[in-house]
């Protein structure tokens, strides 16, 4: 992690998300006093779970990698964060610590503002935060429709939901598959990787998608929309 300042030539003034374009003038200084901008290399740790945390991340450019870290090597993939989106909200809410971990997939340029000030923010400003409530519980809503999939799919219908969320994120990166390993591919459908590399030789097999190194393209969206919908 490294800061960037002011007379950096990739520093960037303002924050480009329609929700801060609710803030008074006053609010956006209070804002801008309260954050540090910074970047991560490709494979930083933006948040640790379990760590303190004493401010919010928002995206200003790159991707990013959100999971929950189990046992050993177990982790569990929940989203791939993308430009002008918050890391950490639960933090506002009364929060002290993150309760997940995530890691650049790309560089990222990040603004770390003060959780404090975010909700003081909110507190005065409706507008302002009526979208981070909304954003915050779209979160929510994610995040129980992964927990509903892992505990009533088969793996086939895990593989597919996985294959088509992170296939929905190429209008983002192009590259998308590439970032990602067969690991990760398997940790976001809760799969072991040995099961993961089966099930998408099993999928090219069947003309469902084609394997290139890393890439990976679907050949039959609707065909695997109906193996997740079967489960």
């Given at each position: 992690m490294k800061t960037i300042y002011e007379n950096d030539k990739?520093?960037?003034?303002?924050?480009?998300?329609?929700?801060?374009?609710?803030?008074?003038?006053e609010e956006v200084q209070l804002v801008k006093a309260g954050k540090t901008q910074v970047f991560f290399r490709k494979g930083d740790n933006l948040t640790k779970q379990g760590a303190f945390a004493s401010y919010i991340l928002f995206i200003i450019k790159g991707m990013a990698k959100q999971y929950l870290?189990?046992?050993?090597?177990?982790?569990?993939?929940?989203?791939?964060?993308?430009?002008g989106e918050f890391v950490g909200l639960s933090a506002v809410f009364d929060e002290n610590i993150f309760n997940?971990?995530?890691?650049?997939?790309?560089?990222?340029q990040v603004f770390l503002i003060e959780?404090?000030?975010?909700?003081?923010?909110?507190?005065?400003?409706?507008?302002?935060?009526?979208?981070i409530i909304k954003r915050y519980c779209e979160q929510n809503v994610n995040l129980l429709n992964t927990v509903r999939n892992i505990m009533y799919k088969q793996m086939?219908?895990?593989?597919?939901?996985?294959?088509?969320?992170i296939d929905s994120l190429k209008t983002e990166s192009e590259d998308i598959f590439q970032l990602l390993s067969r690991k990760d591919i398997a940790d976001f459908a809760g799969i072991s990787t040995e099961s993961a590399v089966k099930l998408l030789k099993t999928f090219e097999r069947e003309g469902l998608i084609e394997l290139h190194?890393?890439?990976?393209?679907?050949l039959k969206q609707d065909a695997l929309i109906e193996i997740s919908r079967r489960g």
């Amino acid at each position: 992690m490294k800061t960037i300042y002011e007379n950096d030539k990739d520093f960037i003034c303002d924050i480009n998300t329609p929700c801060f374009k609710n803030l008074l003038p006053e609010e956006v200084q209070l804002v801008k006093a309260g954050k540090t901008q910074v970047f991560f290399r490709k494979g930083d740790n933006l948040t640790k779970q379990g760590a303190f945390a004493s401010y919010i991340l928002f995206i200003i450019k790159g991707m990013a990698k959100q999971y929950l870290e189990g046992e050993g090597t177990k982790n569990f993939n929940l989203r791939i964060i993308k430009q002008g989106e918050f890391v950490g909200l639960s933090a506002v809410f009364d929060e002290n610590i993150f309760n997940y971990s995530s890691i650049a997939l790309t560089d990222c340029q990040v603004f770390l503002i003060e959780k404090e000030i975010i909700a003081r923010v909110i507190k005065q400003n409706g507008l302002f935060g009526f979208s981070i409530i909304k954003r915050y519980c779209e979160q929510n809503v994610n995040l129980l429709n992964t927990v509903r999939n892992i505990m009533y799919k088969q793996m086939n219908g895990r593989m597919a939901d996985a294959l088509l969320y992170i296939d929905s994120l190429k209008t983002e990166s192009e590259d998308i598959f590439q970032l990602l390993s067969r690991k990760d591919i398997a940790d976001f459908a809760g799969i072991s990787t040995e099961s993961a590399v089966k099930l998408l030789k099993t999928f090219e097999r069947e003309g469902l998608i084609e394997l290139h190194e890393r890439d990976i393209r679907l050949l039959k969206q609707d065909a695997l929309i109906e193996i997740s919908r079967r489960g």
